[in-house]
């Protein structure tokens, strides 16, 4: 207890002596009298430790120890954690993984000086009166008439003028009844503001969620909350990037955030699910899904069903076994975990002739869609691994390149569908999981549509998961004549990945991709970004490594002369035939997604930069805004008092529009 005590002296006789820098409270060896009476080296080990504390710590807890937007105080006397220099030693060596508190693997002397340091932190905070009204993390205030009480978000039934789940609607159709906007006066949409994240590291992937006035939208590792009127930023919370991340993890994408009551979850880079406070961006817990080590990532947004958050996994050309997880919105504790690669001997490991399952893949990538109704929740997977090299897997590869339908409750497996058995093209089934309630040919019906990346749009019935309708959406499909009634596709030769390479179409991107869809009630059309492309597939026998992509192969795109580009395609529900289109919206299949309102518009991103409103019915063009970005991004729309705005992201810029 003698460093304690001389640590109190030395801090205290800075502090209350008046020997401080203007708004600095952190000792300072060279300020203090009478340095040999409180013991030099203890003041020797303040100033060393306050170097370490700066260039390690500071960057979280701030400069004072009292906070930052990425960690909470530490120097509250009243914190168990922290009450000794061992209980200080031991914290930052071993982390705080629940709360997103690494582990930092130093040497004693320097764990000796920052645990020092901390402590003269501790006991000059002791020593100084509280600041009134003072918040940790510091915040903006929230807008008026904001952030007074937190409105519950009623995903299932949301008020009109919200979006707030990444879909905005639980359905996944990116219908919005919101009409003050419509075909009458879309040319007098204007831009309304912008704002822009610099640290963004690409593109940005995310879909804003808005509720209660306040936007919600992330990148990677971090998340922001704004005034949706204005774009002012209210909060921010980051916490650095994870080096040494695999595949689309280690590319920086996030694609949003889930809402329930007072909190925002989102999830980090290196498969963490976290959960945060809505009003101050706070972090509430924190917890692993899997070990970054092993391939393994998070890109997407969570899910909210009832009391659960619900979120899957990245690392889908890395060799991860994929699974879904459920956890407890409260606490942060796992409720379920759903394995979409079987263990050997587990039903469904028949499927998986060889030692592949092992490293199987099957991510869980995109987020899936809910039926309060029918309680069932629905996901999408991924592909199988290695991607291009089915000799170490036989069989059907389940539960890859399917949709799962699950009791939300339990995790427990109702049914599945294969959109393509032993997929050997990496054709992700991670497209959206549309439901949608219609007349079917006849017959009200409750029913789940996918414009698939293999190049079919399917119907099913949601309850039995049985195909109504499987039709081709792009003329180059090359691979499967057509798909037969029970489900499975009708194979033709010469589709496989060889050494030398195989000509197949669609390409590895697909006839489309994970971008949004979008379905109108009004019109009866399902709206998606359809490519016409091939691609050179070629196989190898590279097997998985820590830290790398699980391909077995590779591909090129096909030789000029195939047909190529991107078409936004409107689909007939009820014969899978497009009923329109407009073609050349841009180059690559990878672009901004849809949304479709009741005003009788469609957005969308094209390829020269411009975002457009079109009429939905027929798909003429009725308004654009040229902003120079690239799409990455699906539109929304919602309304604040009244005014309805239309938010989109562009490149690492958050566009808003409004009428003028």
Request: hydrophobic share 40%; glycine share 12%.
């Amino acid at each position: 207890m003698r460093i304690v005590t001389v640590l109190v002296l030395a801090c205290g006789v800075r502090c209350l002596s008046g020997q401080t820098a203007t708004g600095d409270s952190s000792p300072d060896a060279s300020r203090i009298e009478n340095e040999d009476a409180y013991g030099w080296k203890a003041v020797q080990a303040i100033d060393s430790g306050r170097q370490q504390f700066l260039a390690r710590c500071a960057s979280c807890h701030g400069e004072d120890g009292g906070g930052g937007a990425r960690g909470s105080t530490i120097v509250k006397v009243d914190q168990p954690r922290a009450s000794s220099r061992d209980a200080v030693r031991d914290l930052i060596r071993r982390g705080i993984p629940n709360v997103g508190m690494p582990a930092f693997p130093l040497s004693d002397e320097e764990l000796d000086s920052i645990a020092t340091y901390v402590l003269s932190l501790r006991a000059a905070s002791a020593a100084k009166p509280p600041a009134t009204g003072e918040s940790t993390p510091p915040v903006h205030p929230m807008p008026a008439g904001m952030g007074v009480s937190i409105p519950f978000v009623d995903v299932a039934q949301p008020k009109p003028g919200t979006w707030p789940t990444y879909h905005g609607r639980l359905n996944g159709n990116r219908f919005s009844p919101l009409e003050t906007i419509n075909t009458g006066n879309v040319q007098h949409l204007a831009a309304a503001w912008m704002f822009t994240i610099r640290s963004a590291p690409r593109d940005l992937q995310v879909t804003p969620v808005v509720a209660g006035g306040v936007m919600f939208l992330t990148s990677v590792n971090e998340a922001f909350a704004l005034d949706a009127r204005s774009g002012r930023e209210i909060w921010h919370y980051s916490r650095p990037r994870t080096p040494g991340l695999a595949g689309d993890a280690a590319s920086g994408i996030n694609r949003g955030v889930a809402l329930l009551g007072d909190r925002v979850f989102t999830v980090t880079d290196n498969a963490h699910l976290i959960a945060l406070d809505r009003r101050t961006g706070q972090l509430l817990w924190d917890v692993e899904m899997a070990d970054a080590r092993q391939n393994y990532g998070a890109t997407s947004a969570p899910l909210v069903v009832n009391d659960l958050v619900i979120s899957g996994v990245s690392g889908g050309d890395e060799g991860i076994r994929g699974f879904l997880d459920a956890y407890r919105a409260a606490t942060g504790e796992r409720v379920w975990r759903f394995w979409t690669v079987p263990a050997p001997g587990e039903p469904g490991s028949e499927t998986w002739g060889g030692r592949a399952i092992e490293h199987g893949c099957a991510a869980t990538w995109l987020t899936g869609t809910y039926d309060p109704e029918s309680r069932l929740l629905y996901w999408p997977t991924g592909n199988p691994c290695p991607d291009y090299n089915g000799a170490e897997r036989h069989g059907d590869n389940l539960y890859s390149n399917s949709v799962l339908a699950l009791d939300p409750d339990t995790g427990t497996l109702k049914w599945h569908y294969q959109f393509t058995p032993h997929d050997l093209h990496d054709w992700d089934a991670t497209e959206t999981p549309m439901l949608v309630d219609a007349e079917f040919r006849g017959q009200r019906r409750k029913l789940l549509l996918q414009g698939n990346r293999n190049g079919f749009f399917y119907v099913l019935d949601r309850l039995s998961g049985k195909v109504l309708l499987a039709e081709p959406f792009v003329k180059s499909v090359t691979w499967a004549s057509g798909i037969d009634a029970d489900g499975r596709p009708r194979l033709l030769p010469g589709n496989e990945p060889s050494v030398e390479g195989q000509r197949v179409c669609p390409a590895v991107a697909g006839a489309t991709n994970w971008m949004s869809t979008a379905f109108s009630a009004r019109t009866g059309l399902f709206y998606l970004f359809a490519d016409e492309s091939c691609a050179i597939y070629t196989k190898n026998d590279q097997w998985w490594e820590a830290g790398k992509s699980f391909y077995g192969g590779s591909t090129r795109r096909a030789p000029s002369g195939t047909a190529s580009g991107k078409t936004l395609k409107a689909i007939d529900l009820q014969t899978g035939k497009t009923a329109w289109e407009i073609p050349d919206v841009g180059e690559g299949i990878l672009g901004s997604g849809l949304m479709v309102t009741a005003g009788g518009l469609l957005f969308y991103g094209d390829g020269g930069g411009a975002f457009v409103a079109a009429d939905a019915t027929n798909g003429k063009a009725l308004w654009q805004f040229n902003t120079n970005g690239r799409w990455r991004a699906g539109p929304m729309t919602y309304a604040v008092e009244g005014n309805q705005y239309v938010g989109v992201a562009a490149g690492t810029t958050i566009l808003a529009f409004s009428l003028r």
